[in-house]
């Protein structure tokens, strides 16, 4: 069964695994300790230290390995923020971080601190110049991702860096998703990952803190990892962590290079799927990305439903869709960026997949989209042709009590039967219509005049342009 959801988690690299069970036999000790067991398995975790810190691109000694690359990112973000206290409580981040740095945010927040958020274009980058003009001189910490984990756009990190540097602001780099595929540029302060991310055992994150960056580890502490990960750490796992990263830095730029194959996939399907399938959006950008992951949104799906005809079709896929979550809210990037939600699919291919996969992948879609459309009775010409000569001049569409993606099947249906010029308002309760209706009118070329109060939801007005 094809596995397309190597964001999320990839598969275990065979490097990796083959460390992992040597180091099983060496590595079970305790490494502080001074005698032959402990001797050898601390020689193990030197070697990874080296290794990893050798692909990072930061000396041994300011790299430590964490429980979790959530659990890095945490406390990259209070240890930075705890040391320049003195300095403002002012945290800076863009609006498409994981959710790891947003819920850190939170905390920091609501225990005092100010936040302040920069915005992303469509494609989910954000602007050198708006990242530095929110640093202020009460700025203490500054975040921004490296690549993004939904849509894969690439983040101008090493500018951004550069610009934090000159006013003294340290920037901390979730590298979560770019770090198989080469070091982060720039000269970031602080850098976080996560092994699971690029082949290696879950359970391994790490945590760069390069000198002569003030840093103030929180929480109780002991003699471990600089005190910065306290707590008997899985050797076994950190040192298949760090072979797998390994083994993909001396793959980059061979033969057997397998980010430039990837890529190459991953075109394929950037560029064929709005040829296979009507109304579809390719979002992200299309050249800063990371060579392994596309996104697009299919108008008129609902996400959960095509996700789970995928699955029952062979392929497992990710979304974010609101309709693929509890929450029923859309995806925070996704809402940045303002793009369509709804339909959402996220491909992430893991090192190996075949060309066959993607083929098949491509050939599936097509009928999956126009059965799960049809099931909402959506023909597959569109919602609502435009009648040859439409009088209306303004419809109110009732959407209230439904969700995705009814209210913009609703809108679809209702804008071929006014005039050129003439308004269709969608009366929604659905917080997803904030989104998914501007996003409609983008890819439609229609004009989204912007929402009102209503007695009950609210109402988004549409006015015809084409």
Do not use: Y
């Given at each position: 069964m094809p596995y397309f959801d190597a964001a999320s988690a990839a598969p275990l690299h065979p490097v990796a695994r083959e460390a992992l069970l040597a180091s099983l036999d060496d590595g079970w000790a305790d490494p502080a300790r001074l005698y032959r067991e402990g001797r050898r398995a601390r020689l193990l975790l030197d070697a990874a230290r080296e290794a990893t810190a050798d692909a990072v691109g930061c000396?041994?000694?300011?790299?430590?390995?964490?429980?979790?690359?959530?659990?890095?990112?945490?406390?990259?973000?209070?240890?930075a923020l705890a040391a320049r206290r003195r300095v403002g409580r002012r945290l800076v981040h863009s609006a498409v971080e994981h959710s790891s740095v947003l819920h850190a945010a939170e905390v920091h927040e609501a225990a005092g601190g100010t936040l302040t958020r920069v915005g992303v274009d469509r494609t989910g980058r954000i602007a050198a110049g708006d990242f530095a003009a929110a640093l202020r001189p009460d700025t203490a910490l500054a975040c921004l991702q490296s690549a993004n984990h939904?849509?894969?756009?690439?983040?101008?990190?090493?500018?951004?860096?550069?610009?934090c540097q000159e006013?003294?602001?340290?920037?901390?780099?979730?590298?979560?998703?770019?770090?198989?595929?080469?070091?982060?540029?720039?000269?970031?302060?602080?850098?976080?990952?996560?092994?699971?991310?690029?082949?290696?055992?879950?359970?391994?994150?790490?945590?760069?803190?390069?000198?002569?960056?003030?840093?103030?580890?929180?929480?109780?502490?002991?003699?471990?990892?600089?005190?910065?990960?306290?707590?008997?750490?899985?050797?076994?796992?950190?040192?298949?962590?760090a072979a797998?990263?390994?083994?993909?830095?001396?793959?980059?730029?061979?033969?057997?290079?397998?980010?430039?194959?990837?890529?190459e996939l991953v075109d394929r399907i950037r560029h064929r799927v709005p040829e296979l399938v009507p109304d579809v959006e390719v979002v992200g950008d299309p050249d800063r990305r990371l060579p392994h992951l596309v996104t697009f949104s299919c108008l008129y799906v609902d996400g959960e439903t095509l996700l789970h005809e995928l699955d029952l079709a062979g392929f497992s896929v990710s979304s974010g869709s609101s309709c693929t979550s509890s929450t029923l809210t859309p995806s925070h990037v996704l809402r940045a960026m303002g793009v369509l939600s709804e339909g959402n699919v996220r491909v992430s291919l893991p090192h190996g997949t075949p060309e066959a996969e993607v083929e098949r992948f491509l050939e599936v879609l097509p009928g999956t989209v126009r059965s799960v459309r049809e099931r909402l009775g959506v023909p597959a010409?569109?919602?609502?042709?435009?009648?040859?000569?439409?009088?209306?001049?303004?419809?109110?569409?009732?959407?209230?009590?439904?969700?995705?993606?009814?209210?913009?099947i609703e809108l679809g249906r209702a804008i071929g039967r006014v005039r050129v010029g003439g308004t269709v308002t969608v009366l929604s309760d659905d917080e997803v219509s904030a989104v998914d209706i501007p996003a409609w009118c983008w890819t439609q070329k229609q004009e989204y005049v912007g929402q009102e109060a209503a007695d009950r939801g609210v109402a988004y007005v549409v006015r015809r342009s084409v």
């Open positions: 000396r041994p000694d300011e790299l430590v390995f964490t429980p979790s690359g959530t659990q890095a990112v945490h406390s990259g973000v209070f240890g939904e849509v894969g756009t690439e983040q101008p990190v090493e500018e951004a860096a550069e610009l006013v003294g602001v340290p920037l901390l780099v979730d590298a979560a998703q770019s770090l198989a595929w080469g070091p982060v540029p720039g000269a970031w302060s602080l850098m976080a990952a996560s092994a699971h991310k690029w082949g290696g055992p879950p359970g391994v994150g790490l945590l760069a803190v390069r000198k002569g960056t003030r840093f103030a580890p929180q929480g109780p502490l002991d003699e471990r990892e600089s005190g910065r990960a306290p707590g008997f750490g899985n050797l076994p796992a950190i040192v298949a962590a797998a990263l390994r083994a993909l830095r001396a793959e980059a730029g061979t033969e057997r290079d397998e980010a430039a194959r990837l890529r010409e569109g919602p609502a042709p435009a009648a040859a000569e439409p009088e209306e001049t303004g419809l109110v569409v009732d959407a209230l009590g439904t969700r995705c993606p009814v209210p913009v």
